[in-house]
């Protein structure tokens, strides 16, 4: 009976594959693409676009979706003169403005676009140009001319802040023969970069503070007792942040903070819980610990947990008071008043510490081995390799250079890396009382009238500080 049954069986499903018209013929056809995702045997069947050398994206990412029907998408990206992507630009339909984008790192997309010919209008500042593009159902196409370059003598202070920082130096950490130092926090002040550092190879394990100025010269073992035989702070020292009173505070993560003077050294161990980094900014002191956020007065003591805020990473602070603090994957800005504001929402993965330009308000981010530039809206400007092997911490001084402190393999590779200022924005410029040179410059046009970079489109999500940081769909 049973070898009946499965004859029974399989005589059933061969007379279905048969009704079907066989194994062979009951194949799906292929799923839509992207042009230059086919496989070989498509591929002539994929236009090649002008501009595009048989690959009409030619982008690091392409939109997740083309919606069907009688519209397509544009593919772009846009560079400098030097063939550097520029970000920032605003891309829009010339005769529709309202279908538009805004390039990071160089690349655009605009989805939904009606079939058929199109100019596209790019602007960033006061320099624009025009391109032509076809856009064909269902698909996404490249302009005429990918990449598309804008560039001009007028406005090459504008096409600056949109690139990278450049890096311009790097200074060892480790100038001593006793110890073997390496970088965990940095705080540039006054002309003067002051490294919270630790020995954990030697016996003795030990911190103290590195004073150098910012041109990595005159070394200066700061923290240190008995011709420097003893050193007062502890191996687990973490963040630093010099106050208004010229008193360096270095918080540890196990337990205590110490205060030192920036001029004598003198160090002043205080009972406090422990933390992982701190930042001073006007009169106020934050601290980031395993607790959140904390506030304090300019002695770092004296701490005010403030509701919601999480924090997981490092803090930053501003002139005016105000801290920056990495919770999770966004920035969130604290008001002096302890008000909590989510400030960069996108682009990061894992941040570990923030720091501020005071000039223009600039928001610098260390996420990963990348450091990645917002503006004071927390709109994304541009992302660039922080040069580290073990990047611990960020900060800028007063000029706009950034400093990143590198942990490094051992005392050998440990460093601070130097990156440039980048010009100021021709608005902040003025406000600063800066003339950019150069006839036609941007101080030659009221500021009023430059659409610099893209404003946020949605309205600021604030809470309160006994409210809970609301969760960010990223």
Not at 227 to 241: D, F, T, V
Request: contains cysteine; charged residues 20%; aromatic residues 4%.
């Amino acid at each position: 009976m049973k070898i009946l049954t499965t004859m029974s069986l399989a005589l059933t499903l061969a007379g279905a594959l048969t009704a079907c018209g066989g194994s062979n013929q009951n194949t799906l056809p292929p799923m839509g693409v992207y042009p230059g995702q086919l496989q070989g045997q498509y591929n002539n069947q994929v236009p090649n676009l002008p501009g595009t050398n048989g690959d009409p994206l030619n982008n690091n990412a392409l939109p997740g979706d083309v919606t069907r029907g009688q519209v397509g998408s544009i593919v772009g990206r846009v560079v400098t003169r030097s063939g550097r992507p520029l970000h920032n630009v605003v891309v829009t339909l010339e005769n529709n403005p309202s279908v538009r984008a805004v390039s990071r790192q160089g690349d655009f997309t605009l989805m939904n676009v009606p079939v058929g010919q199109h100019s596209l209008l790019l602007k960033f500042g006061n320099l624009e140009t025009t391109v032509a593009v076809n856009v064909i159902a269902n698909m996404a196409v490249a302009p005429a001319q990918n990449p598309i370059q804008l560039d001009g003598e007028v406005g090459s202070e504008a096409l600056a802040f949109a690139n990278p920082n450049r890096q311009t130096a790097s200074f060892k950490v480790d100038q001593d023969i006793l110890n073997q130092w390496q970088a965990r926090g940095i705080d540039a002040q006054g002309g003067n970069l002051y490294i919270s550092a630790i020995d954990i190879r030697n016996i003795t394990r030990k911190g103290t503070v590195i004073k150098m100025n910012a041109q990595g010269e005159e070394w200066k073992d700061l923290a240190k007792t008995w011709l420097g035989l003893k050193h007062p702070l502890n191996s687990s020292a973490r963040g630093i942040a010099a106050t208004q009173s010229g008193a360096l505070l270095v918080v540890d993560e196990k337990s205590s903070l110490f205060s030192v003077d920036s001029g004598t050294g003198k160090v002043q161990k205080i009972e406090a819980d422990s933390a992982l980094d701190i930042a001073s900014g006007g009169s106020t002191v934050w601290i980031s610990s395993v607790r959140g956020l904390e506030k304090s007065d300019a002695s770092g003591s004296s701490r005010t947990l403030i509701s919601g805020v999480a924090a997981s990473g490092g803090v930053g602070a501003d002139a005016e008071g105000n801290a920056y603090v990495c919770v999770k994957n966004t920035i969130v800005k604290v008001s002096s008043a302890g008000k909590a504001t989510p400030l960069v929402k996108q682009y990061l993965n894992s941040p570990t510490d923030v720091a501020i330009d005071s000039r223009n308000g600039d928001v610098y981010v260390l996420d990963g081995g990348e450091i990645k530039r917002f503006d004071k809206n927390g709109i994304f400007v541009v992302s660039f390799g922080s040069a580290a092997l073990d990047p611990s911490s960020i900060d800028l001084d007063e000029e706009g250079n950034l400093y990143v402190a590198d942990f490094g393999r051992d005392h050998r590779s440990s460093q601070i890396l130097k990156f440039e200022a980048v010009p100021l924005m021709p608005q902040n410029a003025a406000a600063a009382g800066t003339r950019l040179a150069g006839p036609g410059s941007f101080n030659d046009t009221p500021a009023g009238d430059i659409p610099l970079l893209e404003e946020a489109s949605e309205e600021e999500e604030e809470f309160e500080g006994g409210d809970e940081l609301p969760e960010l769909d990223l």
